[in-house]
């Protein structure tokens, strides 16, 4: 009878660790699959830009320092390496792309060109897309944190080498709206 006993606890702890586990891993894998989602959607962002920079090169010539900002953080948000580096750098990236527009309404002609409509909506729709993919991304990050800190997973999770996740954050200097001066010097 307590062989039973033993056997039935035995068993018992035996899929408690496998539930929570197996929740670990589906939290994990929810979070790596949202990550995904924005790492789609910031690589399509890097695809328009250059063609964005060229429809506005030929109306504004003299705007070749935002051109030169745009492309150098472009190229920082694609070489950047940890989720932190990354966020950091679409950012910033973000940032330039509103002084792009900025100087972009400076020039009735090019306001009204198809080609630059067409790219300046394809680009707000993709960051509408980035917004809603770090929305989930973060709501993913949220769950799976808690997951690993809470009893009786917090002891599992540690066992089996899970680790908290950086949530993608908006850095405060990017909160603020654009500042463009047009006054000559």
Do not use: C
């Amino acid at each position: 009878m307590i062989m039973w006993i033993i056997l039935a606890i035995i068993v018992v702890l035996i899929i408690a660790v496998a539930l929570i586990y197996n929740g670990l891993v589906r939290s994990k894998v929810r979070v790596d699959e949202a990550w995904s989602d924005i790492d789609v959607q910031l690589k399509r962002r890097h695809d328009l830009i250059p063609n964005l920079i060229e429809t506005v090169k030929g109306y504004a010539k003299h705007e070749k320092e935002i051109f030169e900002k745009v492309t150098e953080q472009r190229t920082r948000a694609m070489q950047a390496g940890s989720l932190g580096e990354k966020g950091k750098a679409e950012n910033m990236l973000s940032g330039t792309l509103k002084s792009l527009f900025a100087v972009a309404e400076n020039y009735p002609d090019l306001k009204a060109n198809e080609n630059f409509l067409k790219l300046q909506d394809e680009l707000t729709d993709t960051e509408d897309k980035i917004q809603a993919a770090r929305r989930f991304y973060n709501g993913n990050v949220r769950d799976y944190n808690t997951k690993i800190r809470v009893f009786p997973t917090n002891i599992f999770a540690g066992m089996f080498g899970y680790t908290a996740r950086e949530f993608f954050q908006v850095e405060e200097s990017d909160k603020e709206p654009v500042k463009v001066d047009f006054r000559e010097e």
